[in-house]
C-alpha cells in the first residue's frame, strides 16, 4: 500500500517561509513526477510546481522566483522550500506522485492527505 506522508504546513507571517516534506512510502517500484498542488479556498485545485524523475522543474507563474522545490530520488521524498510568502499563498497544500507499484504495469497518480498553510498580512 502507497502511502505520501507531508509535514511542514503551519501558520507564518507575510515575508517568512517554510518547508514542506513529502514522503513516499509502501510497495514502490519507481516514481516519475512529484509535485505540490494547493487549494485556495472556494478556488480549485492548481499546480504549484513540479519535478521529474531527472531533475526538471516546473513552476507556476505566481511562485517563481520565491518557491523551490527538489527531491531526493533514493529516498522518494520531496521538499518545497518557500520563501517570501504572501497572504495569497495561503491554502491546503497537498502532495502529489505519479508511481508505478512493484507489480503494476504503469504508474498511477497519488495523493497527500493535504496541509493547510496560513500566511498572514
Known amino acids: 500500500q502507497v502511502q505520501l506522508v507531508e509535514s511542514g504546513g503551519g501558520l507564518v507571517q507575510a515575508g517568512g517561509s517554510l518547508t514542506l516534506s513529502c514522503a513516499v512510502t509502501?510497495?514502490?517500484?519507481?516514481?516519475?513526477?512529484m509535485g505540490w498542488y494547493r487549494q485556495a479556498a472556494g478556488k480549485q485545485r492548481e499546480l504549484v510546481t513540479s519535478?521529474?524523475?531527472?531533475?526538471?522543474?516546473n513552476y507556476a507563474d505566481p511562485v517563481k522566483g520565491r518557491f523551490t522545490i527538489s527531491r531526493d530520488n533514493a529516498k522518494n521524498t520531496v521538499l518545497l522550500q518557500m520563501n517570501s510568502l504572501k497572504p495569497e499563498d495561503t491554502a491546503v497544500y497537498y502532495c502529489?506522485?505519479?508511481?508505478?507499484?512493484?507489480?503494476?504495469?504503469?504508474?498511477?497518480?497519488?495523493w497527500g492527505q493535504g496541509m493547510q498553510v496560513t500566511v498572514s498580512s
Open positions: 509502501g510497495n514502490v517500484f519507481s516514481v516519475d513526477v
Open positions: 502529489n506522485a505519479e508511481l508505478r507499484v512493484k507489480g503494476a504495469l504503469w504508474s498511477k497518480n497519488y
Open positions: 519535478i521529474n524523475n531527472g531533475g526538471s522543474t
